[in-house]
């Protein structure tokens, strides 16, 4: 091996053993409540809602396919074997999204409207991501905290464009931009 090839391969390991150190360290503060975690709902196959979308009729939104539900059920084992068993699981309103939290099995769901999505209305970004941010800073602190969202919300929240199905844990007090700790891909 050339000298430059071993230097080259040593910063790609004190790389590589830095960001494994930080996911170490963002997985303590949230199971301390120090942070939370922010997950877009599992994989639901499409964009946006159908045009008879009705808040109160899963039928009529889009909803979580069989890898969506799959994939929720891999983050509740992810996150028992974390450590994190019993946290406080709050949703948006969507169907997706409540399923997500729901297939997990970790405990029971509440609803936080400020977590819904505002795809169809873009108008409502600054005002819904302040609003998200001062209702999640009034929660006791220390309270280990999982929020399920929306794509859209969450790059207002986090400039982040998450896939489906992943997560980000993000420093508590929140602040917009919000501090991303790490990004846990979907398990």
Known sequence: MTRSAALLLCAWLAVLSSSQAS??????ALR????????????????????????????TQRNLDRRGREQARRWGRLLRSQGIARPRLLSSRWCRARDTAREMGLGAVEPLPELDSF?????????????????????????????????????????????????????????????????IPPP
Request: net charge negative; charged share 15%.
């Open 32 to 59: 301390e409540g120090r942070a939370v975690l922010l997950l877009r709902h599992a994989t639901a196959p499409g964009m946006g809602d159908p045009a008879n979308f009705d808040l109160s009729d899963c039928r």
């Open 119 to 183: 795809y169809e209305d873009r108008l409502q970004a600054a005002g819904q991501t302040a609003q998200l941010v001062e209702a999640v800073n009034a929660l006791m602190p220390g309270t280990v905290m999982l929020l399920v969202s929306h794509q859209v919300n969450i790059t207002a929240l986090t400039g982040v464009y998450p896939a489906s199905g992943e997560g980000l844990i993000l420093a508590r007090p929140l602040k917009v931009p919000a501090q991303v700790l790490a990004r």
């Open 23 to 28: 996911e170490i360290a963002a997985w303590d």
